[in-house]
Each structure stands twice: as structure tokens, then as C-alpha cells.
């Protein structure tokens, strides 16, 4: 089992930026791919970003360009890098692994774009 906890959420005007940090403990992180998702009132959790444990990224077509994910397997730690953020934005954003694992889910950090 993987013990996840994010960070680095907040209030941003458009077109500003956060970095959002995911550090993972209880298993072997560096082999596994591990992805970032949100949740928007009212809506269902979506795919954001992935990383495999070789580098290899792939995005949502909404963030593609804006956003970039990493990770730092010395830290245990997977990022986004949220640039250009829009009000669309807006959400819970979580981490798990791929494929996720439901009793994985973390409390999620809060991201909010103002117009």
C-alpha cells in the first residue's frame, strides 16, 4: 500500500502558477508510474498528467502545453508544474499511481483560479 500526501495547492489570479508536490512513502516508489488527477464540484475525477517510473509523460489535452509533471524518485516525490492556469482550473487536485488503487486516494490539495 502506498501512503500519498499533496501539496502546494492555493488561490491564484489567471494565468499564474503553483507547483504541486505528492510525496509517497510505503512502497517502492521508483517503479511505479504515478499520475496527478483533480475533481471539480459537481464533476467526476479526471486524468491530468502521468509519469512512468522512465520519464515517459502524458497529459490531458485541456492542460497539454501548460502544465508539466516530474518526479524526484530520491524524494519520493512527483510534481506539477501548473503554468498558464485558467479558471477551469479549478479543483481538488490528487495523486495516486497507475493504475490507481481506490484505498490509495489522499485527502487531495485545493487549487483555485479567480478571474
Known amino acids: 500500500q502506498v501512503q500519498l500526501v499533496e501539496s502546494g495547492g492555493g488561490l491564484v489570479q489567471a494565468g499564474g502558477s503553483l507547483r504541486l508536490s505528492c510525496a509517497a512513502s510505503g512502497s517502492i516508489f521508483s517503479s511505479k508510474s504515478m499520475g496527478w488527477f483533480r475533481q471539480a464540484p459537481g464533476k467526476q475525477r479526471e486524468f491530468v498528467a502521468a509519469?512512468?517510473?522512465?520519464?515517459?509523460?502524458r497529459y490531458a489535452t485541456s492542460v497539454k502545453g501548460r502544465f508539466t509533471i516530474s518526479r524526484d524518485n530520491a524524494k519520493n516525490t512527483v510534481y506539477l508544474q501548473m503554468n498558464s492556469l485558467k479558471p477551469e482550473d479549478t479543483a481538488i487536485y490528487s495523486c495516486?499511481?497507475?493504475?490507481?488503487?481506490?484505498?490509495?486516494w489522499g485527502q487531495g490539495t485545493q487549487v483555485t483560479v479567480s478571474s
Open positions: 509519469i512512468t517510473s522512465g520519464g515517459n509523460t
Open positions: 495516486n499511481t497507475i493504475p490507481t488503487v481506490e484505498r490509495d
